[in-house]
């Protein structure tokens, strides 16, 4: 049976000032923009939370930012992941053992139960609809009457829920997979992240924003990146979402290498996600190289409809060295005004 301690997060969380939120949040895209204001009005209520998003979306940091700025920054703040291999564990992480190891009620928990050890903060459950159904059950319970048993004694939980979930969720609740009213209790405030390839416009900042925490966390120097890379990083679906641009960009920094990472750094490291080719590869590597040139900076140009000037802004070369990069590689060029 797997350790309960390893399934959950119990520590207290730091003050969070406007704009200094998570790096999951950064971004002015208009699906972006629009969680930020969830989270400012959700935190100003102060009520149950539901946040759903594709795996590989930064949930967690979203309950962060709900916790830090709708509680006092010395609230608990516990953490619980129901999708864990083993759901006796999740339960007894979740509502403890009574003494003698007898059935609980509904009402009852330990006091060494992540409920009771969230009294008057947040209690972060993520991947909720794993739970068990009894499980369910409870939290419901718990849920409509804001008090639970402790060793006996009724006592308020004055705790806020935060739950996180697969966008799939309304799914399992009409077909009867999860409880329709624990569903409705917590998605008071309901929250929809976006993956990555519907904000873009949002990934480059994202990119500088993890690469200067995977520099700090490997103690290793500030590094940037080339305007080329950037683009590089926006022009990619990222379907693993942010753990995947995270996962990428902490192999370039452990590879070590230049102060300014550039394309021929990142190639190495991304998984692309692409159907089988056609073809058996053939050529030198240098040949391989400018196909892949030619390949990017045509769908550059395209995405910005053939003008000269914003693609050599994106590329982040000179718009002559742009015409004449073209020129080089073949590549047609558009006849549009600029």
Not at 67 to 88: E, I, L, S
Not at 194 to 212: S, T
Not at 245 to 250: D, G, K, S, T
Request: hydrophobic content about 45%; aromatic content about 4%; overall charge neutral.
């Amino acid at each position: 049976m797997a350790d309960p301690l390893m399934l959950a997060e119990v520590r207290p969380t730091r003050f969070v000032r406007p704009g200094d939120g998570a790096a999951e949040l950064i971004g002015r895209s208009a699906a972006i923009t629009r969680v930020q204001e969830l989270i400012r009005r959700g935190a100003a209520v102060d009520g149950a939370a539901l946040i759903t998003a594709e795996a590989g979306v930064g949930v967690e940091a979203v309950a962060r930012e709900l916790h830090q700025r709708g509680r006092a920054p010395a609230a608990p703040y516990v953490a619980v992941h129901c999708d864990a291999a083993d759901p006796v564990s999740v339960d007894r992480l979740l509502f403890g053992q009574p003494a003698g190891g007898a059935a609980t009620d509904l009402e009852s928990v330990s006091a060494d139960s992540s409920v009771a050890a969230a009294r008057g903060g947040t209690l972060y459950l993520h991947g909720i609809t794993e739970l068990r159904a009894s499980a369910q059950a409870q939290l419901a319970r718990i849920a409509r009457d804001g008090e639970v048993r402790i060793d006996g004694a009724p006592v308020a939980t004055a705790l806020r829920f935060v739950a996180s979930a697969p966008p799939g969720i309304d799914a399992d609740v009409h077909a009867h997979r999860f409880r329709g009213d624990l569903y409705r209790r917590l998605s008071a405030v309901r929250i929809d992240l976006p993956p990555l390839r519907d904000r873009p416009d949002d990934v480059p900042a994202l990119a500088v924003r993890v690469l200067e925490e995977s520099c700090a966390a490997a103690g290793r120097p500030l590094r940037g990146f080339t305007q080329a890379a950037l683009a590089l990083f926006g022009a990619l679906t990222w379907p693993g979402n942010l753990a995947e641009l995270r996962a990428a960009i902490e192999r370039v920094v452990a590879d070590g290498g230049d102060d300014v990472i550039q394309i021929e750094h990142i190639l190495p490291v991304l998984q692309l996600h692409r159907a089988r080719s056609p073809f058996v590869p053939s050529g030198s590597l240098r040949e391989a190289r400018q196909r892949f040139e030619r390949d990017y900076i045509a769908s550059v140009l395209q995405h910005h409809d053939w003008r000269m000037a914003p693609a050599a802004q994106a590329l982040g070369i000179q718009r002559p060295n742009l015409y004449r990069k073209a020129r080089q590689l073949g590549i047609p060029l558009v006849r549009v005004s600029e």
